[in-house]
């Protein structure tokens, strides 16, 4: 696995995934692979990426996200078109870990990414790849092959990116587009009314209609920010503009029913108040935002407690484990105490077998030293012994005789008369010849 890393190429630029699943860092080969790297920075700086779904999980083989729409046919680049593949030699698809483009074709990526969970050397060629995930964030990577999927490979509770950082940015150069959001239209600017004139000229009755047109245009004038009625606007004997009853008399007559309303006067007053106290601007909360954020950290409280369980866990084993060797350290010494020193016989029979034994074995040593290296004095030794040899055959003959055989029941080691024992034995073939 070291020779892969060797391999490699060294990176430049840092971005932070925050996904459902936890945080997911990814160093990016900028220098290798240039347009998809500026494409994904970018587009990370925008926000471009939030809230969208990982779309498609295959086991064993990628998790594909970067789809606004969540379908996989969407998705644009900063470039306004499809970019070309950038495909390079030290880059292979043979580990996980590793990001790159999706495409749906040669030199057609937009936004579309993927993580490969496993070697695809089948992708070799057909994707840029331009980015690793490092670091223990690997796991949370690998979490994203545990959801349930159909049978389409589209996950039934898809994870998805709750927001991107940019630690490290290798295009200092770059400067985020103003992204317009769902939902905020332009609004239509409003054409000034052009005041249209009338000609009364081409009416019949014209000079009547624009004397009538003139004396409304000096009424209005007149009683501009007050209400009109018939008894104003009319001379007529009957209407009349007056008031047919004084504020002071109406204020003297209904003194009796002033206390009763005043009460209820107030309770209206104070109740406006209240609600004209209540009613302050306040901004409108993003809940989608809210929401995502409140996901996000109740994972991070959930993924530290987890963290925290195994360190106890761990600790816990270590206690043990030391307990345990302890204890057996323990029993050893007992063991050892317990066991009685050795017997003197005992010790004295197994001195004289060792005395034995050393003496046996410096005397096949003294032996084998005497014995010459390959050559002509080795030949010669060897066909010396093979006469001595015979001549003790000969020489045990002559001593034991023709007649006389040695008796196997009497051995003795020294007894050298077995050299001239006869081997007899039955002759059980048929015989072919027989005489007459």
Request: overall charge negative.
């Amino acid at each position: 696995m070291s020779n892969i890393y060797i391999q490699e190429p060294p990176t430049n630029g840092k971005i932070l995934l925050k996904t459902s699943v936890g945080d997911i860092d990814v160093e990016l080969w900028s220098k290798e692979a240039p347009k998809a790297c500026r494409n994904f920075v970018q587009l990370c700086l925008e926000g471009y990426y939030d809230g969208t779904i990982f779309h498609r999980v295959v086991k064993g083989f990628i998790v594909q996200g970067g789809d606004p729409t969540g379908t996989g046919t969407g998705g644009e680049s900063i470039y306004g078109e499809p970019f070309k593949d950038e495909i390079h030699s030290r880059l292979r698809f043979n580990r996980r870990g590793l990001v790159a483009m999706a495409n749906a074709g040669k030199d057609d990526n937009a936004s579309q990414f993927f993580f490969t969970l496993a070697p695809t050397p089948d992708l070799q060629n057909k994707h840029t790849i331009f980015g690793k995930v490092t670091g223990e964030t690997v796991f949370n990577m690998i979490k994203l092959e545990d959801t349930l999927v159909d049978q389409d490979d589209r996950p039934l509770y898809p994870p998805k990116i709750i927001g991107t950082e940019v630690l490290n940015n290798p295009f200092p150069d770059i400067v985020p587009r103003v992204v317009k959001k769902k939902g905020q239209d332009e609004k239509p600017t409003k054409k000034p009314k052009v005041a249209g004139v009338k000609n009364y000229k081409l009416l019949s009755f014209g000079e009547e209609a624009e004397e009538d047109e003139e004396e409304v245009t000096e009424v209005s004038r007149k009683f501009s920010g007050k209400s009109k009625s018939t008894h104003d606007l009319l001379s007529d004997p009957k209407l009349s503009a007056l008031p047919a009853v004084l504020e002071g008399d109406v204020g003297m007559s209904g003194h009796s029913s002033s206390d009763e309303n005043s009460d209820h006067a107030r309770e209206r007053m104070d109740m406006i108040k209240k609600k004209l106290g209540r009613q302050k601007t306040k901004e409108v909360p993003n809940v989608q935002k809210e929401d995502e954020e409140e996901e996000y950290e109740f994972g991070k409280e959930r993924r530290e407690e987890l963290k925290r369980k195994a360190e106890e866990l761990k600790k816990e084993y270590k206690s043990l484990k030391r307990d345990l060797q302890t204890k057996r350290k323990e029993s050893e010494r007992e063991s050892v105490k317990e066991k009685s020193p050795p017997n003197e016989k005992d010790s004295d029979r197994f001195t004289q077998t060792k005395t034995e034994y050393n003496e046996e074995l410096e005397a096949y040593k003294a032996k084998k030293q005497q014995i010459p290296k390959k050559g002509a004095s080795r030949e010669a030794m060897t066909l010396s012994l093979l006469e001595r040899f015979r001549n003790k055959l000969t020489s045990v003959k002559q001593q034991v005789g023709d007649e006389q055989e040695p008796n196997p029941e009497e051995e003795d080691d020294k007894d050298e008369s077995w050299l001239a024992h006869k081997l007899h034995f039955e002759d059980k073939l048929p015989v072919l010849a027989k005489d007459a």
